[in-house]
């Protein structure tokens, strides 16, 4: 699965950098103070020392200490003062900064986290403005865009040949200027993208609008003349095609009116929503509701899983998510000591995973973007054992064939576009490898409450299950026969406030012979 999570774990590492290098900075500016006070000093003295001096050159050297103190000043002082104006205090906050530098993001990275932006705008359906000023739901800090950063974001939305964002945040820098924020972007470089992005989007009027006000701020600005021409050219062509178009459209349209008597209605097929706006709805909430039919077969209940011993006096809080295919969530089944302690373990192997190349040790991915997850076994800590046998207690299905528990983080932005957890006939040998047949299960655990953002959404049934701390989910990818059931195609939405950690574990086919017997026909 090729997917990017933005991790959290490795940005909350750049923070604690962060608060180093602001301490190291104020330290070097304490030195340089230090060290002109001293200089100060130095001249005050010698100035009022000279001025005196001066005033009276011959009287002042007829005194033998002051003709001494001449000869000292001139051969010693002044070279010791030389040596203080050369002295470097940038050493020690030039050296952290070039060691910590070799962590810091690149230019990939900042044009990345400006997409995740993007994508988040568009998936949450949020305007540049909210977005600008902090105002999402469930935020704990509220943070301000400069009228530089919207322009940022605009400027990497321009490279991208994005023109609609291009114009959202052009318009929003725009708008921050215009209130009276102070920057050193001026509105021209501003109106020249807004206008060339309202242009490409075809719409010469407001283009042209842009234009004229670029004009009255800067009159000889080369470009902008040349497009006010070109506009104006542009709008006068097509208002004469459509004066043509209207003079021919009466004369065809006697001639149609009797033709289209003649034609039959087209029917209209059933419309298909495209995978990525279903998927987009589920994430906003906006899911396809179950009927209340359906919704009142779904139920909750303490389950021991066939009076299994170990659930026998403690069951678990069971309840129904979605009826096809069939989601159970297990509440209170995990809890926060062990889902810290999973944390804690994961944390360096998600690092690990993004920092050194193998074969190389060269630092390579950005801190922020894992394409890898932890895997964690009862080897690393025998809670890791406990859970496993929690999940073979409660679904009643073998683990030693499992895949490890897999530990995920994903910070703002983070996502796992669509996909299917098990491995499909046209695909080459997908678990061969392993010996161990198809993914016949997944189980999820949630392990953060998500502040916005962060569903796990099925597109082809509408369900929509929303992260809960301590909880976790369990579906069955294939049907009793082993055939795939399609219907579990799922994702991970954007997180959109917060951090969201999860751990998963993959069951697999061989061992469940006898625990989930074959049914005898394929979608049983």
Known sequence: HYFQKESLSQMTDLLYTEKDLVTSLKDYIK???NKLEQIKQWADKLDS??????????????????????????????????????????????????????????????????????????????DANTISTGNLPGVKHKSHMTVEDCYELGKIAYTDVDYYHTELWMAQALKQLDEGEESTLDKVTVLDYLSYAIYQ??????ALEYTKRLLELDPEHQRANGNLKYFQFQLEKQKKAEEDETGTQKERGKRETTEKKKKKPKSVSGHQIPERKKYE??????????????????????????????????????QDEWDRPYIVRYLDII??????????????????????????????TASYRISKSAWLT????????????????????????????????????????????????????????????????????????????GATVFPDVGAAVWPQKGTAVFWYNLFASGEGDYSTRHAACPVLVGNKWVSNKWIHERGQEWRRPCGLNETE
Request: glycine fraction near 8%; hydrophobic fraction near 35%; include cysteine.
């Open 378 to 453: 009862g080897y690393d800590d025998p809670m890791i054992e406990t859970i496993n046998q929690r999940i073979e207690d409660l679904t009643g299905l073998e683990m030693d064939t499992a895949e490890e528990l897999q530990v995920a983080n994903y910070g703002v932005g983070g996502q796992y576009e669509p996909h299917f957890d098990f491995g499909r006939k046209d695909e080459p040998d997908a678990f061969k490898e392993l010996g161990t047949g198809n993914r016949i299960a997944t189980w999820l655990f949630y392990m953060s409450d998500v502040a916005a953002g």
């Open 49 to 126: 020392l000279t001025l005196t001096a001066t005033q009276d050159p011959e009287g002042f050297l007829g005194h033998p200490v002051n003709a001494f103190k001449l000869m000292k000043r001139l051969n010693t002082e002044w070279g010791n003062l030389e040596s203080l104006v050369l002295r470097d205090t940038t050493d020690g906050f030039i050296s952290n900064l070039t060691i910590q530098r070799q962590y810091f993001p690149t230019d990939e990275d900042q044009t990345g986290a400006a997409k995740a932006l993007l994508r988040l705008q568009d998936t949450y359906r949020l």
């Open 335 to 364: 809890s926060d000591k062990e889902i810290e302690r999973i944390k804690h373990l994961a944390k360096p192997r998600l690092r690990r995973a993004t920092i050194s190349n193998p074969i190389t040790g060269v630092l390579e």
């Open 31 to 33: 030195a340089e103070e």
């Open 201 to 206: 989007q075809g719409d010469l009027e407001r």
């Open 281 to 318: 709805m589920l994430c906003r909430g906006e899911g396809i509701k179950l009927t209340p039919r359906r919704q009142s077969r779904l139920f909750c209940r303490y389950y021991n899983n066939n009076r299994n011993p170990r659930l026998l006096l403690a069951p678990i809080k069971q």
